[in-house]
Structures are given as structure tokens and as C-alpha cells.
């Protein structure tokens, strides 16, 4: 049972229009969001994240809305730049007693073109 | 400024053989973590630690081993590799508990196919 979910595979945009990422979530019990980014041969690399208290958070191109009602995150990329070609992985998290858990969707791989 | 590092990259095993991944990380964190990821799949915890000298499974951790002697390193062990355990191994760490603005750093990966 996947407790976080991407369910678009893959996405295809033009440079300097915006990249919108979906992900939907069923624990209602996660407190913290998180969006990683992954070239091909690396390690996933921390992009922005959203506390449960809030509903938007913004780090220059990138911003990240929370809506808790419907247990869905987005990620939004203005304007989407060729180097953001990447797979982007949304993630939730949980703080158990002695440690958090982070539980990732399966991906969605954002083609930019120029 | 390495960050996460794991040794090896590629790895080919026949099915029975053991083996040991290694992470290193040169931040002082205090949490460790070790993934796996599938095709079609988000990354999936395999083993934790909170600090030197402790070890904890996580949501698959069937065939795995783990040992953290010192705070910098990370070792996870394969005592008879499956088939089934062909993935791309991932070492992350964490200074904390606390997500605000402490998040995980993964290393580039272990790419591991078992025959």
C-alpha cells in the first residue's frame, strides 16, 4: 500500500514555462514534506520542504503548496530551466518515537525543453 | 567537501555470495540510512541508526545486515545475495531528528546486480 503517491510517470515542458509536480499522500499523521531531485548516477539532493502547519513555501524558482484537506502536494518550477531535467521525488515524513522516517513516492521525471 | 560517500559504485554477485556496502559521511551526523530503489518504485528504508553502536530496521529489512562501529561510517552487509536484492543501494545522513531545515544526504549510490 503506497502511502505516498506520484502518479504521473513523466512530464515534458518548455523552458521558461512552469513544471507542475503532483504528489498525493493517505497518512494523515505525516508532519513534514520534502522534494528531492535526482540526476541520473547521483543521489537524490534536497530541493525545498513544507511543514503540515503551513500551505506554502517558496525557495526562488521553486514553491511548494500543501493542501492537507485533500492530502496533496505540489511542486511548481518558474520558469522551468533546461538543468531542471531531472526525476523529482516528493517525500513525506513521520516522526516516530526515536526517529523520523521519510516514505518516498515512486518519482516523476521533468524533461525540460529549450 | 565529499558529503556521502559509497564505495563500492558497480557491484555484480552471484546468487549466495555475501557482501559489504560502505558509507562514509564527513559531517558529523548522527543518523545514517540505508535505501534501496526499484524501477517504478520511491526509495525504500532498509536499515537506520541513531548513533555509534546502534542499529534499527526499517520497512524491508529481510536479508540485510547492518553494523555502525564509528559515527562516520555505515556498513550494510548481504550474508547469501538473491536475485531478488539486484537494486540501487542508497546511503543517506542526518544531522537529527528534526526535518525543519535538517534534511537527508544521500550519496551517489551502489548499483548491484545479483546473478
Known amino acids: 500500500d503506497q502511502q505516498v503517491k506520484q502518479n504521473s510517470p513523466s512530464l515534458s515542458v518548455q523552458e521558461g514555462r512552469i513544471s507542475i509536480l503532483n504528489c498525493d499522500y493517505t497518512n494523515s499523521m505525516f508532519d513534514y514534506f520534502l522534494w528531492y531531485k535526482k540526476y541520473p548516477a547521483e543521489g537524490p539532493t534536497f530541493l525545498i520542504s513544507?511543514?503540515?502547519?503551513?500551505d506554502k513555501n517558496e525557495d526562488g524558482r521553486f514553491t511548494v503548496f500543501l493542501n492537507k484537506s485533500a492530502k496533496h502536494l505540489s511542486l511548481h518550477i518558474v520558469p522551468s530551466q533546461p538543468g531542471d531535467s531531472a526525476v523529482y521525488f516528493c517525500a513525506a515524513s513521520l516522526d516516530y518515537t526515536g526517529r523520523r522516517a521519510l516514505t518516498f513516492g515512486s518519482g516523476t521525471r521533468l524533461q525540460v525543453q529549450p | 567537501n565529499a558529503g556521502v560517500t559509497q564505495t563500492p559504485k558497480f557491484r555484480v554477485l552471484k546468487t549466495g555470495q555475501s557482501m559489504t556496502l560502505l558509507c562514509a559521511q564527513d559531517m558529523n551526523h548522527e543518523y545514517m540510512y540505508w535505501y534501496r530503489q526499484d524501477p517504478g518504485m520511491g526509495l525504500r528504508l532498509i536499515h537506520y541508526s541513531v548513533g555509534e553502536g546502534t542499529t534499527a530496521k526499517g520497512e524491508v529489512p529481510d536479508g540485510y545486515n547492518v553494523s555502525r562501529l564509528k559515527k562516520q561510517n555505515f556498513l550494510l552487509g548481504l550474508e547469501s545475495a538473491a536475485p531478488s536484492q539486484t537494486s540501487v543501494y542508497f546511503c543517506?545522513?542526518?544531522?537529527?531528528?528534526?526535518?525543519?531545515?535538517?534534511?537527508?544526504?544521500f550519496g551517489d549510490g551502489t548499483r548491484l546486480s545479483i546473478l
Open positions: 543517506a545522513s542526518s544531522q537529527s531528528r528534526g526535518f525543519s531545515n535538517q534534511p537527508q544526504h
Open positions: 513544507i511543514s503540515s502547519i503551513k
